[in-house]
């Protein structure tokens, strides 16, 4: 069986949608799957399997900015690679954003499964138009990563949709090498916008003792600013962007990870992420995080924007972890990326029966 899988974020920037692609490619390709990966690449592709279509700007969504291929030659591209390689069926995420997913849709050169990423409101979907309507007809089978995300999709577009959660692949996790800490250390990771909660995060510090310590990954529209807020407070360190092996390592080495966000989070797999490294979760009580980490047996959540909430729950979570770590564990295996690849292999086998 050859799979296209189509990823329309860039594969060389960081996010969930292109990171579940390859960890979901790679555990296919144990299963004995070939599967190749179509999607932008801002520089070299990270992986010899990647069929590049050009580079990516920056589009405003869902509250963020997603790193995305939209003009017409990335299109043309991937209708071409699309024609060329002649796949037995394609799985493409986030199918209404251009240009290799819709295109995959227009040109529908093998059968078509799509995964639904988004949730909480996206101008993408409230925005789509009949003749998008008619194009998303087109798919053989339609599944979303959550409940909210399935919501969203049905909302627009109508049609059915199999709930598969996101995965995480646990034994990679462990096989990384922990980062050296230099005392009690919190370690966050995401885009610097609004909605990730950063902002609200480094309020919470002035809360926290003298000898804690924050990890700083990722970048974004407000990583300036937030530096020269913080200039003074030498506990916090800047890491910029991490490779994988790298945002592992920091999340095996750190004594809290903490999700801020404030909403637009549809699945998350950054928590699973951290139970796989066996990190206790101090994050938002929002849908997206709730149904992943339960409230209190694998992470101990707090009201969105609560900046008091928020330094009491890191400070008591530094001393006194409890069992978070091992509920995270076996949390974590619930959603490893080899079952959902057993799953997404019974999809393409019925798909193509």
């Known amino acids: 069986m050859r799979v296209g899988m189509i990823s329309p974020y860039s594969f060389t920037l960081p996010g969930g949608v292109q990171m579940q692609a390859l960890y979901l490619a790679r555990a296919l390709r144990r299963r004995g799957v070939s599967v190749s990966l179509l999607g932008p690449c801002d520089g070299p592709p990270p992986e010899p399997d990647i069929i590049p279509i050009g580079n990516s700007l920056f589009i405003a969504a869902n509250g963020s900015f997603a790193p995305i291929a939209f003009d017409i030659p990335a299109f043309q591209r991937s209708y071409a690679v699309l024609r060329d390689q002649r796949f037995d069926l394609l799985h493409v995420h986030e199918p209404l954003v251009p240009a290799p997913s819709l295109a995959a849709l227009v040109s529908k050169r093998a059968p078509l499964v799509a995964t639904f990423h988004a949730a909480g409101g996206s101008a ?39 709930v598969l959660f996101n995965g995480v692949p646990v034994e990679r996790f462990r096989q990384v090498k922990p980062h050296p800490t230099e005392g009690p250390t919190i370690f966050f990771v995401g885009r610097h916008e609004p909605r990730k909660g950063l902002a609200v995060l480094l309020a919470a510090m002035r809360g926290l003792p003298a000898d804690v310590v924050l990890w700083i990954a990722g970048e974004g529209p407000q990583t300036e600013l937030l530096k020269r807020r913080m200039a003074t407070d030498q506990r916090v360190r800047w890491l910029g962007r991490l490779s994988e092996e790298e945002k592992i390592s920091r999340l095996r080495g750190a004594d809290v990870f903490c999700a801020p966000s404030l909403r637009g989070e549809s699945f998350g797999v950054v928590l ?52 978070l770590v091992a509920r995270g564990i076996e949390r974590a295996e619930q959603f490893s990326m080899d079952r959902l690849a057993e799953r997404y292999e019974d999809v393409y086998r019925r798909v193509l029966a």
Not at 139 to 147: E, F, H, I, P, Q
């Open 272 to 323: 699973l992420e951290a139970m796989a490294a066996e990190t206790p979760i101090v994050a938002s009580d929002i849908p997206g995080y709730a149904r992943v980490a339960r409230p209190g047996i694998e992470a101990t959540l707090v009201p969105p924007g609560d900046t008091e909430r928020l330094a009491e729950a890191l400070r008591q979570t530094l001393l006194t972890p409890g069992d």
């Open 124 to 162: 993408a979907y409230d925005n789509v138009s009949p003749v998008l309507r008619w194009v998303c007809n087109r798919l053989d089978w339609r599944g979303a990563v959550s409940s909210d995300a399935a919501e969203m999709a049905r909302r627009c577009l109508g049609g059915t949709y199999e």
